[in-house]
């Protein structure tokens, strides 16, 4: 059974970083893409960022140039890591793969999802 474990989330001030990391059992995800959604309360689930298999990145224009996506593929785990942080970027942050190799931004083009970690910004 495959499953995808999200840590690394919790309480931060504004301006600060966490590492979120995605450990992924039952297979191997080294030729697949992975990428990092998030959902806040009363809205919908939105694409954070993305990394294929050969490493090519893609990032949402709200989180462009502070969050970093990168994969280790020899311990099939994945990371986000995020630095200056704001209160908007509060939410719960799920990771996912997908059988095929491109990174894309659609929630619908992931087969795989974790059970998501509490990120929370304060002011």
């Known amino acids: 059974q495959v499953q995808l474990v999200e840590s690394g989330g919790g309480l931060v001030q504004a301006g600060g970083s966490l590492r979120l990391s995605c450990a992924a059992s039952?297979?191997?995800?080294?030729?697949?893409?992975m990428g990092w959604f998030r959902q806040a309360p009363g809205k919908e689930r939105e694409f954070v960022a993305a990394?294929?298999?050969?490493?090519?990145?893609i990032y949402a224009d709200s989180v462009k140039g502070r969050f970093t996506i990168s994969r280790d593929s020899a311990k099939n785990t994945g990371h986000l890591q995020m630095n200056s942080l704001q209160p908007e970027d509060t939410a719960a942050y799920f990771c996912?793969?997908?059988?095929?190799?491109?990174?894309?931004?659609?929630?619908?083009?992931?087969?795989?999802w974790g059970q998501g970690t509490q990120v929370t910004v304060s002011s």
């Open positions: 996912a793969a997908r059988n095929g190799f491109l990174a894309v931004t659609t929630s619908s083009r992931y087969e795989y």
């Open positions: 039952g297979r191997t995800f080294s030729s697949n893409a």
């Open positions: 990394i294929s298999r050969t490493g090519d990145t």
